[in-house]
């Protein structure tokens, strides 16, 4: 059974750093496709920031210079490091692994991790 279990959210002010952690456990971090999406309320969800087995890392253009994904094949974990944050970070934020690419039927999430951004 694939669990995806993230931590580190919080309430912090703009210009501030946190660090999310996905736990990951019934997969390998290092052979899958994992990612961190977010959702703002009334929002879609978008992807923002991705690492596949190579270990090329992608983000999406709002977060390019101030997030960071990395994983932990060891500790079978990722996290996203996120500096500079603003007020438009303020999201729901998930964790996602697929054997092949994020956003399929087979995609696994996890049950997200709330990040708040006042300003």
């Known amino acids: 059974q694939v669990q995806l279990v993230e931590s580190g959210g919080g309430l912090v002010q703009a210009g501030e750093s946190l660090r999310l952690s996905c736990a990951a456990s019934?997969?390998?971090?290092?052979?899958?496709?994992m990612g961190w999406y977010r959702q703002a309320p009334g929002k879609q969800r978008e992807l923002v920031a991705s690492?596949?087995?190579?270990?090329?890392?992608t983000y999406a253009d709002s977060v390019k210079g101030r997030f960071t994904i990395s994983r932990d094949n060891t500790k079978n974990t990722v996290s996203l490091q996120m500096n500079s944050l603003k007020p438009e970070d303020t999201a729901v934020y998930y964790c996602?692994?697929?054997?092949?690419?994020?956003?399929?039927?087979?995609?696994?999430w996890g049950q997200g991790t709330q990040v708040t951004v006042s300003s």
């Open positions: 996602a692994s697929d054997r092949v690419r994020l956003g399929s039927g087979f995609t696994y």
């Open positions: 690492i596949v087995r190579g270990g090329s890392t």
């Open positions: 019934g997969i390998s971090v290092s052979l899958n496709v």
